[in-house]
């Protein structure tokens, strides 16, 4: 299967125990509700429906940025089309956390990561952590698409999610 | 908005969206009035001043047992409803009694969306600022409760959040320790949506609000402005309200 | 300056320290309460949607006012120079940047988000509002003083203490009439919208800021065993005396003038008549305490020459000074706005009625807690560096007196 040679290029030997380890648990496979771990030593990050408006690699560095861009755009200026707008990001991490929320419980989107780095969050004392009305079925940004038709290329980002996971390193300078 | 404008105002980045001017590394200064940014941004942008949301409330319509407005407005923004004097109140009904004659009014009052706002003039960091389209509000995040602001408005529309919230409307992100105030429910304007409370008058109440581009000379509620007398609440402060009041003079 | 011997205070042993650890324990409890309103937001202090400003800011806004007239002896000694005054200059600085600090300190604290004291407050400004020009009036101010300071105790420095000290005094005029304008600049409120108030302000810096002063030379020259000469002390007091007058005068000015906007009788009528606490603390407390009882005291033939009821008339002035405060910034949000002149107003937002005030003990903590930061930066202060003249005898003064001229 193309995908998973795929992976196989682009994950390091040491990281290919725990791939292996989902997929035996047919963790791959499944969509929903899925968490992913990294054993004890990282953060346990929930997986979301679809996939993210930016590279993960990328987010895991910047979504702050991102955050203080559209905010500044969002209330100063009423700009309310951006994808990238910390409703959608809760909109679509929520989706699938027990709580229905992306900060309160430890396994939270947002919690476990922050957590794990040791960065307080503020935002979750004004804004609500539980996405408004009914979660979109795919992402806004990327339409009906999903994982699936063009989604070949989708799926090797949710992968490369799952292997910083596995290293466990996340925000702080993960493996290139 | 097009893809191309999308494109150019994310290459305009922060900097340009911020409405803010960095003059040393960190520091800005907030330009709280005129939208730099906005003009800036140039077309990519909102333009600053092509609209001005305003309201006018006829008071003749509005009647003292009704408060539909006030309920729309705690709903839509997840307002307690309380009435102690730490909670928050974004719009209230008042009721007034001429002095001289005994005439009675009711009518609501909010935040007036001055032209001049003194919140704005006041603020230390620049969080109470005015939109492109002359809404007044807080924002949030640059907001250090200081209370200037409450201080400063005359027409004691700011609230302090004194109380803990939780469950806020994903639209409206409140809570403790900021300055808040009616912001024409920005959210849903900026939805293509008139204000919770004009629209719950219309249809409970008493259909006393209107609600409109001022800078539209073909509004309707221009062109009422226009050709009847309406009152701004202490005109003689020079503030500019954007909410007028008819049958009141 | 020769005849002047400048030293740090020797230790007491258990009294010096038993002083910095009353005043530690005071600090810790204004953090505490800071801490507590913090987590758990101002809904555990008495103020409320009406009452915006309560005591922590009283205490702050009077320990602003009152730093900037610390520095006054400082001024007359090297910009007027009266050298008399001189060896008491660097007292008068520190004292100066002690209460800045306390105040702000409060200040800051009492804010809704302390949090982002650095992250926004000190990142983000709008030079439209008054607050944030003082920001840089109270960072200059410590700054300049601090440089005043310097040349004053640097003695390769003493060439620069004058234009030091010149600086100092415009900007010290510059920091009262920021704070008083924070005030006067709201319009809206009947109390505050005069341009009396900066002005009102800085008379009375003079004489909070002196009394203060008086006070603390008087206890480290007596618990230091060290004496102050009849000469020196006359004279402040005479210079006290003069500025709670003229302090009197302003405030007289400042009500006469309101009662002759007719728009403003009701607010003065309450006020000064029926506003039940406000109308209290205002004769009783402002008028009688603050200024009458402190001078009738200083102009006495007999009670004016006791150190005893010299301190007591100080002491006065500095209650009288946190009253008119508490009238000035708790009176001017009692009463209620007026929206529509004419008409009565009501609503379930206390529109048209006079708000009560119940400041919590919170609040109070916090208050003291900046004026115990205030002292204790002095005691600190006055033991590590030479602030204190080794004697301020009347010959010691005289000698350095005649030298002056
Ligand atoms: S009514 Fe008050 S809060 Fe609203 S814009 Fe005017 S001054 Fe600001
Ligand atoms: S309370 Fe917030 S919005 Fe109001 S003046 Fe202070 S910083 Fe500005």
């Known amino acids: ?176 | 908005m097009s893809e191309v404008n999308k494109e150019r105002r994310q290459l305009l980045g922060a900097g340009a969206a911020v409405a803010s001017l960095v003059v040393a590394p960190g520091v800005f200064l907030v330009t709280a009035g005129k939208g730099r940014a906005d003009e800036e941004a140039g077309e990519a942008g909102p333009q600053w001043g092509k609209v001005r949301w305003g309201m006018l409330v006829d008071t003749a319509k509005c009647s003292s047992g009704c408060t539909q407005c006030v309920s729309a407005c705690d709903k839509e923004n997840h307002l307690s409803g309380e009435t102690l004097p730490t909670s928050s109140q974004w719009i209230r009904k008042m009721e007034l009694t001429d002095r001289e004659t005994g005439k009675s009014y009711s009518l609501p009052m909010m935040c007036q969306h001055c032209d001049n706002a003194p919140c704005v003039d006041v603020c230390p960091t620049g969080a109470s600022f005015k939109r492109w389209d002359g809404i007044v509000s807080v924002d949030r995040h640059l907001c250090i409760g200081c209370r200037y602001c409450l201080m400063a408005c005359p027409y004691k529309a700011r609230s302090f959040v004194h109380h803990p919230v939780t469950d806020q409307n994903p639209d409206v992100p409140r809570g403790q320790g900021c300055a808040e105030s009616c912001d024409f429910c920005k959210h849903r304007i900026d939805e293509g949506q008139i204000p919770a409370c004009v629209e719950a008058c219309g249809s409970t109440g008493g259909g006393a609000l209107l609600f409109g581009d001022l800078n539209d000379p073909k509004s309707e509620i221009s062109q009422r402005v226009a050709t009847i007398a309406t009152l701004q609440v202490r005109a003689d402060l020079g503030t500019e309200p954007a909410v007028r009041y008819e049958g009141i003079l | 300056m020769s005849s002047v011997v400048f030293r740090e205070i020797e230790s007491r042993g258990k009294g010096y320290y038993g002083i910095l650890a009353a005043l530690g324990v005071v600090i810790l409890a204004g953090l505490a309460a800071a801490y507590n309103m913090e987590t758990r937001g101002h809904i555990i202090t008495g103020m409320n949607q009406q009452i915006v400003w309560g005591l922590p800011h009283v205490f702050a806004v009077f320990m602003i006012v009152a730093a900037s007239g610390a520095l006054n002896v400082a001024s007359i000694g090297s910009v007027f120079g009266k050298s008399m005054y001189k060896p008491l200059a660097p007292l008068s600085g520190l004292l100066a940047i002690a209460l800045l600090v306390g105040g702000l300190t409060v200040l800051m604290l009492d804010l809704g988000r302390p949090d982002r004291i650095v992250t926004v407050a000190m990142t983000h400004f709008n030079f439209s509002s008054i607050f944030a020009l003082n920001v840089f009036l109270y960072t200059g101010f410590m700054t300049i003083v601090a440089i005043y300071l310097w040349t004053m105790m640097e003695r390769r420095m003493n060439p620069f203490t004058k234009a030091a000290g010149v600086a100092a005094f415009i900007w010290r005029l510059l920091l009262t009439t920021g704070t008083g304008s924070i005030f006067g600049f709201l319009v809206a409120r009947q109390l505050y919208d005069s341009a009396l108030l900066a002005p009102t302000f800085i008379v009375m810096s003079f004489a909070y800021g002196l009394a203060i002063f008086i006070l603390v030379l008087m206890a480290a020259y007596n618990w230091t065993g060290r004496e102050i000469g009849d000469v020196i002390m006359m004279r402040l007091k005479k210079l006290l005396a003069i500025f709670i007058a003229a302090m009197l005068y302003f405030v007289a000015v400042y009500h006469v003038t309101n009662i002759y906007y007719a728009e403003r009788r009701a607010v003065e009528a309450w006020l000064l008549l029926h506003g039940g606490i406000q109308t209290e603390l205002f004769w009783i407390g402002q008028i009688l305490v603050g200024s009458i009882l402190p001078l009738v005291i200083l102009f006495h033939p007999k009670w004016g020459k006791s150190r005893a009821m010299i301190a007591s008339a100080c002491g006065l002035v500095i209650v009288g000074g946190l009253i008119q405060m508490y009238v000035t910034i708790i009176g001017g949000q009692a009463y209620p706005l007026v929206l529509f002149p004419g008409m009565k107003e009501s609503s379930t937002f206390y529109d048209g009625v006079v708000h009560p005030y119940y400041p919590s003990g919170y609040e109070l903590f916090l208050g003291l807690g900046g004026v115990a930061i205030a002292l204790f930066i002095v005691a600190v202060g006055i033991k590590v560096l030479r602030f204190l003249p080794e004697s301020l005898e009347d010959h010691v003064v005289r000698a350095h007196h005649g030298e002056g001229h």
């Open chain 1, 1 to 176: 299967m193309s995908v998973l040679g795929r992976i196989a290029r682009c994950l390091r030997p040491r990281v290919l125990g725990f791939v292996a380890l989902m997929a035996a648990a047919g963790v791959c496979g499944a969509n929903q509700g899925a968490v992913y771990s990294s054993g004890n030593l990282g953060p346990t990050i929930l997986k979301a429906p679809g996939h993210c408006v930016r590279p993960t690699e990328w987010m895991r560095h910047n979504h702050m940025k991102l955050l203080l861009e559209e905010r500044t755009e969002w209330v100063r200026q009423g700009i309310r089309d951006r994808k990238d707008s910390l409703e959608n990001c809760v909109k679509c991490h929520a989706a699938d956390a027990p709580n229905g929320a992306v900060f309160g419980a430890k396994q939270d989107f947002c919690v476990s990561c922050h957590n794990y780095a040791a960065v307080k969050i503020t935002c979750f004392e004004c804004h609500s952590a539980k996405p408004k009305g009914k979660v979109p079925a795919f992402h806004p940004l990327y339409g009906p698409m999903g994982p699936h038709g063009e989604g070949a290329n989708a799926h090797g980002l949710a992968l490369m999610m799952r292997e910083s996971a596995s290293t466990g390193r996340l925000g702080l300078g993960a493996s290139k």
